[in-house]
């Protein structure tokens, strides 16, 4: 063919993180067939969905058998009905929601990835090491990147200070995958200024909120003046163990302008155009887990991860480790021990421990000589990892 | 806010078919509360899914219910089962699919919205009249629309004829929305061989492939050379009914390349990207539309609508009046009787046969003058309408 392709993808990465972490797994296995070999680098959830929630997925696809139940098209944005049960979710947390800045989504990663398509050739700030969606999303669209540096200094929480006054995008994610560091409220709250004194717009991804245990906001718009500059975009995967039902959404406050422009507006153009709303069946489970019923069943779970989270945390306190994240997040970012670069710690904790993890610096650069240990494992295996570690470290 | 947004969105029109049609109908009931108004406009399904569809997705939902069988996060690209269903179901019409080619989405309209992410800064070619989602993304992403003008003449099947030989992008949909009009084997081989030919791309929607009768392609890939030059989309949305359990499916062949840049490669790592697959009942529910026995069951519903067509199409041949569609597809092309515009007619139905169907230039100019029927109303309400038309026209 002849045509002409996006040139921008030559400068996206392939991504051998994951590939490369199971392949020297099944080498080791092979040489140790007998290994008994424990995953502490799984990042999905692993509990089953409290019974209600899926009482409400079968009972909605029982309403696909009769002509005066049957549902078509859904709405592009979402039922009301779901809609309304996130306004009432953040409502809980004391914030208020306008009905009409509610998407609903099919997860956190679609719609972060597709709010490219409505923004301009902007400067784009991404915290290192994060989540690589934000990068490759902004990489394949050719947009200008710089890093907002993470480290132990900062705490893995990079601020504004030192930025130059010109309006940029800015995402941010806290609790952050991988970090598990999370913004207090002073600290979002420099955010926010920066934001608003500077006409910047923050992408804020709070997919990994229900893990918050202290008082760190759960959402930007617990800060003044976060709707506007912030788009929030969330996810029921963490908070409900969605990963495999696929529901989130996204909230683009009508406040969001530039000039007489609305970005909501612009939202509900792209996706009027470019996506057909969330499974019917979905979304009732959605509206399930979003009730006060729904949230109690699924805090179960979460507390189940964090009994295992607990037991990690403790063990690096005791051995004076540093490490981030592990209170309002599944995931803890260590430091490797002895200098260790990220892969050095991985093929170790592999070979010593029989201990699977990720190495940081699959997170970005500024991961380097960092590595991430989950608490989705089951409760028995966290705790055979912790007593390997407790001999080995 | 001082960001910038993409300006490219003030060149894409606001749609507002259906709520000035929604407006006209409110008005007329208003002024006449009696009237019994017949909705012939509908673009969706209308018949419940057969029992095994439904019992397959609540069979996949319970399996969130146990940690033994729970799943998480769904291969970006679709679970192996259901890309093996859909190259079944293509083998079945004798066409033979690479497994690696088959993504599962959730509707062929994020698709064909998000292909564009992997483009560069192409002609583009775009049937008019048409679905009007392949004209407003690549409005938003700025390129230059070029017009296939669909006419009587032509039986709403542009040609390539005339045509200059520089690459582009050409976005075909046979059976037509909104004109039903399908390509034959020897039509559709000409934009093959002119693909070929001048290593252009076509992206082909055969979203409406189920509703096919005689023996025009239901698949791009019959003609050869079909995977050298196309992407194909396509959708459980009407085959299954499947409009509000979202699933479709699309086709990025191997052999699309460009020099040594692979489109299904470009398409994997924005998928990757931007997705996270699909709902896991969602693939179930697909898996078991697209079995043997699910294609029959599905087959019943089709039969049923194409009732409706027949009465339509019927009248229409008996009254003289020009058409297209209605044989492979749902929908009914008609030419406006004493050339009427498109609104005029509407205005005309509505008052003098208390009918509701869709005007011909809300997708695109070119349907200045025509009209859409569907038969996807009860068999009832469609025998009502002819009645009236019957006595009418």
């Known amino acids: 063919m002849k045509i002409k392709l996006n040139n921008n993808f030559l400068n996206v990465k392939e991504s051998y993180l994951f590939s490369d972490i199971n392949k020297r797994v099944n080498e080791y296995k092979k040489s140790h067939p007998e290994a008994d070999i424990v995953r502490l680098g799984i990042g ?43 306004v009432k979710y953040y409502k809980r947390n004391g914030y208020d929601l306008d009905l009409d800045s509610v998407f609903i989504s099919d997860g956190a990663k679609s719609d972060l990835g597709n709010l490219v398509d409505i923004l301009g050739d902007n400067d784009i700030y991404i915290p290192n090491p994060v989540y690589p969606v934000y990068l490759d999303s902004n990489l394949m669209s050719g947009r200008r990147i710089h890093y907002l540096i993470g480290n132990e200094a900062n705490n893995f929480l990079p601020l504004p200070e030192g930025l130059d006054d010109e309006a940029k995008v800015i995402y941010l994610c806290s609790p952050n995958n991988p970090t598990g560091a999370t913004y ?6 420099m955010w926010v200024d920066y934001a608003y004194k500077t006409g910047s717009l923050i992408i804020y991804d709070s997919a990994y909120e229900a893990f918050i245990k202290d008082n760190s906001p759960r959402s930007i718009y617990e800060i003044e003046h976060g709707k506007d500059v912030a ?48 499974s019917y069946p979905v979304q009732r489970a ?28 403790d063990l690096f306190t005791r051995k004076g480790i540093w490490f981030s994240g592990g209170i309002n997040s599944p995931y803890i970012w260590l430091k490797c021990p002895n200098n260790m670069k990220s892969f050095e710690f991985f093929q170790f904790l592999l070979e010593k ?36 570690l407790e001999k080995l470290l």
């Open 44 to 86: 999905d959830v692993t509990l089953p969905l409290p019974e209600m929630i899926v009482d409400a997925m079968k009972k909605a696809a029982d309403e696909f058998l009769s002509k005066d139940t049957f549902r078509g098209y859904p709405p592009e944005y979402g039922y009301d009905f779901l809609k309304e049960a996130v």
């Open 184 to 189: 207090n409220k002073n600290e979002l709250k």
């Open 231 to 278: 788009i929030e975009v969330s996810s029921l995967s963490k908070m409900a163990g969605f990963t495999g039902v696929r529901c989130g959404y996204t909230i683009v406050p009508m406040e969001l302008t530039v000039g007489d422009r609305s970005l909501n507006k612009m939202w509900k153009r792209r996706q009027a155009t470019k996506f057909n709303g969330v």
């Open 286 to 313: 959605a509206e399930a887990a979003l009730s006060e019923e729904g949230i109690k069943a699924c805090k179960k779970n979460l507390d189940m991860y964090y009994e295992n989270t607990k037991l990690l945390t």
């Open 353 to 388: 421990a029989n201990i699977v993890g990720t190495p940081g610096v699959g997170f970005g650069e500024y991961g380097e000589g960092y590595f991430r240990l989950t608490s989705f494992a089951t409760l028995e295996n966290t705790k055979k990892a912790v007593e390997r």
